[in-house]
C-alpha cells in the first residue's frame, strides 16, 4: 500500500525507538511513503500453534509427519542463524515435543544453524535464540564453513554444482527445514532449501551456488518466481542428490518475530511456491508504469538486526525505484554486536582510509575484480556484482552514526554521515532541495520488482 498522506514518511524504526527522518527548514523535497501490507496478522501465539499444528498435520504434497518418523529415527533440524527473525523459540520446542511423542529419542535429533558465509553462531547467541533448556538438551551445530572434513561429498548436480553439505544434515533420515520467506537478490526469495544451500554447505558449494543467475544484471532476479528463478532451480536440483526425507516449516514474516502472517508445511519446493506469492502481495513496490521514478530513495533496514551487510542489501532491493543518476540514501540501525557478523570491519577500515582515490578506484575496479573472481571460479564474484550494481550509476550515502564511528566517512564511493541534515543535503546537492523521494521505512520486508534500473 502507498500512504504518503496518513504517516509521516519521514518516521523510520530505529532499534527500539523511532527516528524522526524530517529533511531541513525551507527545503521542498515532494516525499511519499511505501509500507508492506502488515494487516491479517496471526493474532496471538495460542493461535500460531494451532496454525503449526494443523499445517503439520496436513503437509503440503506429503505424509503426515508422523508417518515418517519413530523409535531410531535420526532427524536433523536446521534453523536460520541470528541474522533472521523466525520465531524459531516457538517453532523448534512445538516440532520436538512432536517429535519425542512419536519415540524419537533426544540422542537421534541434531539442531543445526543454516549460517552459509555468516559468522559462526556461538553457544550463547544459540542460547538466545532457543533457550538454553534446548542448547543443553540436544547436539548443536554452526557448521564450520571451511573445514572440509565436516561435509559429506554428494557428487556434483546437474548444474555441475559440487555438493558438499554438512555431515549431520546428510546423514539424518529426515531434515526438517524452519525459516522464513523473505526477497533475496539472486534467489527470489529466501527460505525452504536455501537453509542447506548455502546455509549448511561448505564454501565450494556455497560459491557455486551463488554463480547462477549471475549473467546480466544479478538483481532483475529479486522477488522472481520460485519456479523459475535459476539459483533456486539450481539449489533444488542439488537438493535431489540428499538422501532421506525432507520437510520445510516455513512462515511469512513481518515486522518482528510476533508478526506472522502466514505458515506452511511440506515439500520445500511447494512450500515456497505458496508462501512467495503471499510474499509477493505484502511486500512489492511497483513503480509508476509511466516511468516516473523518484529522484531519490531513502531506505531503512529494519526489521535486520543491524548487519551491515544485510543492511547494504536493502538498497539493492529498491534500487529499481530510483533514477540512473539518483540517490541511494540508506538509514541503516546498527546493532555493534553485528557489525563483523558477515562483514569485514577490517577491511571496511582500509576502504575508508584510502579516501577520494580509493573511492574512484574502486568503482572502477570492480568490475575487473569480478571478471577476476570468475576467471579464477571464487565465491566472492556475487559480492562484487552486488557491489557493482550498487554504485554503478546511483550515488550511494548512508546514514548510520555507529558505521561512522567504526569505518569512518566513506566506504569506496559510498558516503556515511551520522547527522540526518547531512543526508538530506547530499540529496539536496545531486537532484536539487525539490528533489521527489520515496521512502521505505522497512526495507528489509519490502522490494522493488526489477522492471527497470
Excluded at 561435509?151 to 554444482?161: E, F, H, I, N, R
Excluded at 527470489?188 to 554447505?201: N, V
Aim: charged fraction near 25%.
Amino acid at each position: 500500500m502507498r500512504d504518503p498522506d496518513s504517516k509521516r514518511p519521514y518516521e523510520f524504526p530505529w532499534g527500539d525507538s523511532v527516528l524522526d527522518l524530517s529533511p531541513p527548514p525551507g527545503s521542498h523535497f515532494e516525499i511519499s511513503r511505501f509500507d508492506p501490507d502488515s494487516s491479517g496478522a496471526i493474532a496471538a501465539w495460542p493461535e500460531y500453534t494451532r496454525r503449526l499444528h494443523e499445517s503439520l498435520d496436513f503437509p503440503i504434497s506429503q505424509p503426515k509427519l508422523e508417518t515418517r518418523i519413530g523409535p531410531g529415527t535420526k532427524v536433523a533440524i536446521i534453523v536460520d542463524d541470528p541474522s533472521r527473525w523466525t520465531p524459531i523459540d516457538k517453532t523448534v520446542p512445538i516440532v520436538l515435543e512432536r517429535l519425542r511423542a512419536a519415540g524419537v529419542e533426544r540422542r537421534d535429533i541434531s539442531i543445526s544453524f543454516g549460517v552459509g558465509r555468516h559468522a559462526a553462531v556461538s553457544r550463547e547467541d544459540m542460547t538466545k535464540r532457543l533457550g538454553p533448556e534446548i542448547v543443553n538438551s540436544y547436539e548443536c551445530h554452526s557448521p564450520p564453513v571451511d573445514d572440509i572434513s565436516a561435509y559429506d561429498d554428494l557428487g556434483t548436480s546437474a548444474d555441475g554444482v559440487p555438493v558438499r553439505v554438512f555431515c549431520p544434515v546428510v546423514r539424518a533420515d529426515l531434515r526438517i527445514l524452519i525459516g522464513s520467506v523473505l526477497p533475496h537478490l539472486q534467489a527470489g526469495f529466501g527460505g525452504g532449501w536455501k537453509l542447506i544451500f548455502p546455509g549448511c554447505s561448505h564454501r565450494s558449494t556455497l560459491g557455486a551456488i551463488h554463480q547462477q543467475g549471475l549473467s546480466g544484471d544479478a538483481a532483475r532476479l529479486l522477488g522472481s518466481d520460485p519456479a523459475t528463478n535459476p539459483m533456486r532451480q539450481a539449489i533444488s536440483r542439488a537438493a535431489k542428490l540428499l538422501p532421506g526425507g525432507t520437510i520445510s516449516i516455513s512462515h511469512v514474516i513481518g515486522r518482528n518475530s510476533a508478526e506472522i502472517f502466514e505458515v506452511a508445511a511440506g515439500d520445500p519446493d511447494e512450500v515456497e511456491l505458496k508462501l512467495a506469492e503471499e510474499a509477493m502481495r505484502r511486500f512489492a513496490f511497483v513503480p509508476d508504469p509511466t516511468g516516473n521514478l523518484a529522484d531519490a530513495i531513502v531506505v531503512g533496514n529494519a526489521p535486520w538486526p543491524g548487519d551491515p551487510l544485510h543492511s547494504f542489501k536493502v538498497l539493492l532491493n529498491h534500487r529499481a525505484a530510483c533514477k540512473p543518476g539518483g540517490v541511494l540514501a540508506g538509514v541503516f540501525w546498527t546493532d555493534p554486536a553485528e557489525l563483523g557478523r558477515s562483514f569485514s570491519p577490517g577491511l571496511a577500515r582500509l576502504i575508508s582510509k584510502s579516501g577520494p582515490v580509493g573511492a574512484i578506484a574502486t568503482r572502477l575496479g570492480l568490475p575487473a575484480a569480478e571478471n577476476a573472481a570468475a576467471l579464477l571460479g571464487s565465491p566472492k564474484r556475487f559480492m562484487m556484482r552486488w557491489a557493482r550494481e550498487l554504485v554503478l550509476d546511483r550515488h550511494v550515502v548512508v546514514y548510520s552514526p555507529e558505521m561512522k564511528s567504526h569505518f569512518g566517512s566513506r566506504l569506496g564511493p559510498v558516503r556515511i554521515v551520522d547527522r540526518t541534515e547531512d543526508l538530506w543535503r547530499w540529496i539536496s546537492k545531486s537532484r536539487g532541495s525539490g528533489a521527489s523521494v520515496t521512502t521505505f521505512p522497512y526495507g528489509g520486508l519490502s522490494y522493488v520488482p526489477h522492471i527497470r534500473a
